[in-house]
């Protein structure tokens, strides 16, 4: 016997960026930090005392092994906050960029009791850059991240004036792993949307490490940037 209910519920389910999904009924949504209200349809679920199916996984649509397989509807899916540009050739330009592995900048890093943080290079293609970083630990304790933050601030700050920055939140990143054993090295790939500053200002790029105080911070010039290397050609192995 089935017996259909109409069911509001109030969860909603956030992302960032411009792709959001949420369930329930006319609640706010918080779209870009500016707050509207979206009218939604209500969940409708169907209740069987012996269902066919009792559990459903959701899986990433770009976690498939094929990464050559680009007659896929998925190589046609672009989000916003990519610049327009698909989620899987995003990650198979990190993926290569990765390989790679390339030293193309070598007088940006920061080092500090046994740690050093490296900016490896600068790419862009398409409305994003992709920054290359390693971080090296010389020292026998374990680096544990606590976060990374991009932001653009003033070169010099006058006395008695508020200090003004922008963060600018990575899009994607690969291999980001939190923690760097002794004696190790570790490379990730962030992918952020593409910019430019002014001459009086900069890009730092800070590394925190989670309850201790080996800090790490790279500043960028605006002219590191706009001699980003240009990704004409992908080369997937």
């Known amino acids: 016997m089935l017996m259909t209910n109409k069911l509001t519920l109030p969860v909603e389910s956030r992302m960032q960026g411009d792709l959001h999904v949420r369930f329930g009924g006319r609640l706010w949504e918080t779209y870009h930090r500016k707050v509207v209200r979206r009218p939604?349809?209500?969940?409708?679920?169907?209740?069987?005392?012996?269902?066919?199916?009792?559990?459903?996984?959701m899986k990433d649509?770009?976690?498939?092994?094929d990464t050559t397989d680009f007659s896929h509807t998925r190589m046609n899916i672009h989000f916003r906050e990519?610049?327009?540009?698909?989620?899987?050739?995003?990650?198979?330009?990190?993926?290569?960029?990765?390989?790679?592995?390339?030293?193309?900048?070598?007088?940006?890093?920061?080092?500090?009791?046994?740690?050093?943080?490296?900016?490896?290079?600068?790419?862009?293609?398409?409305?994003?850059?992709?920054?290359?970083t390693e971080t090296r630990n010389r020292s026998n304790v374990a680096f544990r991240t606590d976060f990374i933050r991009f932001k653009i601030v003033d070169k010099k700050v006058p006395k008695r004036t508020?200090?003004?920055e922008?963060?600018?939140?990575?899009?994607?990143?690969?291999?980001?792993?939190l923690v760097t054993e002794g004696k190790s090295d570790v490379r990730t790939?962030?992918?952020?949307?593409?910019?430019?500053?002014?001459?009086?200002?900069?890009?730092?790029?800070?590394?925190?490490e989670k309850d201790g105080g080996r800090h790490q911070t790279i500043r960028v010039e605006n002219a590191d940037l706009v001699a980003a290397r240009q990704i004409n050609e992908l080369k997937i192995k």
């Open 166 to 177: 922008r963060v600018i939140d990575p899009v994607r990143s690969y291999n980001e792993v």
């Open 189 to 208: 790939v962030y992918s952020v949307p593409q910019f430019t500053i002014p001459d009086d200002k900069l890009l730092v790029i800070e590394l925190f």
């Open 162 to 164: 508020a200090i003004q």
């Open 40 to 57: 939604s349809p209500s969940l409708h679920a169907r209740y069987a005392h012996e269902p066919e199916m009792l559990n459903i996984e």
């Open 82 to 132: 990519l610049a327009g540009e698909s989620p899987l050739l995003v990650k198979l330009i990190m993926q290569s960029i990765y390989k790679e592995d390339r030293r193309e900048i070598r007088h940006l890093g920061c080092k500090r009791f046994g740690v050093q943080f490296l900016l490896k290079s600068v790419h862009s293609h398409n409305g994003l850059f992709y920054f290359h």
């Open 61 to 65: 649509f770009l976690e498939n092994g």
